[in-house]
């Protein structure tokens, strides 16, 4: 569950930067395709980068290239109860939270798609070409739903050259409401981020820049244009899925009816999404295959550490490479596998059940991390189990122990052949 957090996380990360971008540099430009392209773009981007895994293969003469498991936290057992059914319930909150956000926004949208049904079956219709007018009983805005137009039934003028009717062809015709159905699914997923909701007001933005800039390149005066906007008071504006002749955005229609084409030099902006993208692949998507090779077991509850106990280094820089045994191998085809899981969360089970806190270093007040260097043989076995660094010789014992005693692995293969393979596994005692 935590991962599914994170990947919310990550993903509301990238939208907001990828929307800065949009905000900052593109958003006052006349390139409306371009822009309404990029934000269809840096959603999908968002979505998908957290969910790819690139490996990046370690070095071949540093510690680096020693696989590290992710750091178990033992504590006294009562407090280690206690905090984790604390974080248990925590998750399980957040998680009730987001559900009933989802439920609530997924309701309004499908709300809103059923009354669009509704009037389809119960509208008085027309139609102009492959466009079907709707005209409803409400006191509606006039508004488009893929090929149908939606008007209010006291509406009476003439269709052909109907500026209003011609506006909602050009939503029609470039599948404006593709965009924004994606854009209320985006608000159902991420209710609780505010760039989301602004996703949406762009694209409806963008939308409306384009539809008049279509129009009033059918040489219909601008002034008179204009005026047509103002005088849209009738009606009450409908819900987002919809495009509506919008009247919220008149100011900034106007303004972008008169503004100069921007010069083409302007798309050079988009170069600002490079660095941003990069850095977004390089902490979401890439990794070392130390940092990849056991992910922590989602499901497993881990005690927070605070700032005192995690403040020392992690590791020495160099160790000797005498100290690790021959023809050990620290990258492989097929990865070692304990009781059937080679991602470390069953390895991580066992050894917070087999691990204990020693009653005399608890007593001392003794604390802090040990790491632990050890190999899976080719026959499975658990060797050459050392302390890289250690904190207390009661603790390093104690991390020694349970490492010995590990059942037997599904060793590592390389080209078919099973083979030896090297880990390192940080352990922090913790007294709280």
Known sequence: MNSFFLYLFESGVSLALLYSIYWLFLKNDTFFNRNRLYLAVSILFSMIIPLINIRLAPGTNSIAQIIQLDEILITPEISRSFTNIFLTKSVSLLLVIYLLGVSFFSGILIFRLYQIWNWI??????????????RVQQNI????FFNWVFLPRKYTVEFKNDEIINHEKVHIRQLHTVDLLISELLIVFQWFNPIVWLY????????????????????????????????QIFGIQFFPVGNNFNKSLIKNRIIMMTKSKSPGITNLKLLFTVPVIITLALIFSCSSNS?????????????????ETTSKSVIEENISSSEIPDKVYFNVEELPEFQGDNKGGKFKKYIMENLKYPEEAAEKGISGKVFIMFIVKSDGTVGHVKVARGAD????????????????????????KAVNMSYTFPINFVLQ
């Open 200 to 231: 949406r007001f762009s694209f409806k933005e963008i939308h409306e820049y384009t539809a008049d800039s279509l129009v009033l390149k059918k040489g219909i005066l601008v002034n008179s244009y204009q005026n047509l906007i103002m005088n």
């Open 141 to 144: 805005s006039p508004f488009s």
């Open 121 to 134: 079956q119960k509208g008085e219709s027309s139609t102009i070409g492959k466009i079907k007018i709707i």
């Open 291 to 307: 940092d990849n090779l056991l992910e922590p077991n989602q499901e497993v509850e881990v005690l927070p550490v605070n700032a």
């Open 393 to 416: 010789p009661l603790l390093d014992a104690e991390a020694i122990r349970v490492i010995e005693s590990s059942p037997k692995w599904k060793p590592g293969k390389e080209k078919g």
